[in-house]
């Protein structure tokens, strides 16, 4: 097994074990949710954090002049809900993008059976400390990479994400529309779509369908080429990411 494929697994199996260690400990509240559901909004009273079992979610904050930002999103086994503790409200609306389930518990019950299952603590620190480095890396990548460059790591995030949960990744359906792509990654829907083409050009990425949300991915690793091509100067070329 390559040290890829052992880190898929320990991620698949790290997912399934927190899941069991919580729906063991704790009186979980299980919703299934459409595209568009609110799991909650900013300013709402924080009295419970969230998991989510399967589908996408997004986060979405609202700038002081009534723009919408999407700042974060979500896919199996992560958290949600860690805005609230501190100020005791949410900052942020959470949205659902596709058809799926989301389990929930309130924040002092989780504390108390932290005192009783010390394992739980570890869990929430874990989950906290893999926000905090989702958050690092997305604003190290918006400071950092060029919008070509952008694009691609974006994909690559994508789908990994998908292969640490056991899911294909060789195709992804993206739930986010060019606009959202370009808002979450701080570029205008056009220079989106043009990165896209570029990627596909150099059949990095290929266009399943007339819609272009389904986009195939031949090989991750040529994602990554493209990027180390990106940051040498420019866009990498087909050859160079084969």
Request: with cysteine.
């Amino acid at each position: 097994m390559t040290a890829s494929a052992a880190q898929t697994v320990n991620a698949s199996q790290r997912i399934a074990e927190s899941m069991g260690l919580l729906r063991e400990a704790l009186p979980i509240q299980r919703r299934v949710v459409h595209a568009g559901d609110t799991l909650y909004q900013a300013g709402e009273a924080f009295t419970q954090l969230f998991i989510l079992n399967s589908g996408f979610v997004k986060v979405v904050n609202l700038a002081a002049d009534g723009r919408e930002q999407v700042v974060g999103l979500h896919f199996r086994g992560d958290w949600l809900g860690f805005d609230g503790i501190a100020s005791g409200h949410y900052g942020c609306d959470a949205i659902a993008m596709d058809t799926g389930e989301v389990w929930s518990f309130r924040y002092d019950a989780l504390l108390q059976a932290c005192a009783h299952k010390p394992v739980l603590l570890t869990l929430l620190h874990e989950a906290m400390s893999r926000e905090i480095g989702r958050d690092r890396d997305s604003m190290l990548a918006l400071c950092t990479l060029p919008a070509d460059a952008r694009v691609a790591d974006f994909l690559r995030n994508w789908a990994e994400a998908l292969a640490e949960r056991g899911l294909r990744t060789d195709q992804i359906t993206l739930r986010m529309t060019r606009a959202e792509i370009g808002n979450y990654l701080g570029m205008t829907l056009e220079t989106v779509s043009r990165a896209l083409s570029r990627l596909a050009r150099g059949d990095v990425i290929r266009f399943a369908e007339k819609g272009r949300r389904e986009i195939q991915i031949p090989r991750v690793e040529a994602l990554s080429a493209f990027i180390q091509g990106c940051m040498g100067g420019g866009a990498a070329s087909p050859a160079a990411v084969h």
